[in-house]
């Protein structure tokens, strides 16, 4: 049913729940099994040098992830194709959903209060509502 699937990754506990759920669909369903962690940059840099800067610590951030997410898929047998994107996490993610075509994306989702979720919503609901294709949101 679904050939290629596409988890999102910030490092979180409930990042890595959704991976595992996200590993165990990839092999039902044979799919190719896509990661993409998001670099964010601040919105209104004051130069390139904070760009730059701002890449690098977050370059290093993901490279742990990207480990620990690929002893895991090797673990269950799957290869997994990296990606690593520069920008709003929201934003990057619904592109590159278009950009593979992936027929599913796993997220983990963490809870806020009944205000925060009203007032600012989540990168979650952001997704959902923004993603082209079925997005399963773990807890």
């Not at 130069?47 to 951030?61: F, G």
């Not at 047998?77 to 520069?86: L, R, T």
């Not at 590159?96 to 997220?107: K, M, N, P």
């Amino acid at each position: 049913m679904f050939k290629t699937i596409l988890h999102a990754n910030d490092g979180s506990e409930l990042a890595f729940k959704a991976l595992k759920l996200a590993l165990i669909m990839t092999k039902q369903n044979a799919a190719t099994f896509h990661l993409v962690c998001v670099e964010e940059i601040p919105l209104m840099p004051e130069s390139i040098e904070e760009i730059r800067e701002a890449r690098s610590i977050a370059a290093s951030r993901s490279r742990p992830i990207v480990e620990r997410v690929r002893e895991l898929a090797s673990e269950s047998g799957i290869e997994i194709k990296n990606h690593i994107k520069s920008g709003h996490p929201v934003w990057r993610i619904v592109e590159l959903v278009d950009e593979i075509s992936a027929d599913l994306l796993v997220i983990g989702a963490t809870g806020h209060s009944a205000f925060y979720e009203r007032m600012l919503g989540s990168r979650a609901d952001r997704i959902v509502q923004l993603a082209h294709c079925p997005v399963l949101v773990v807890k």
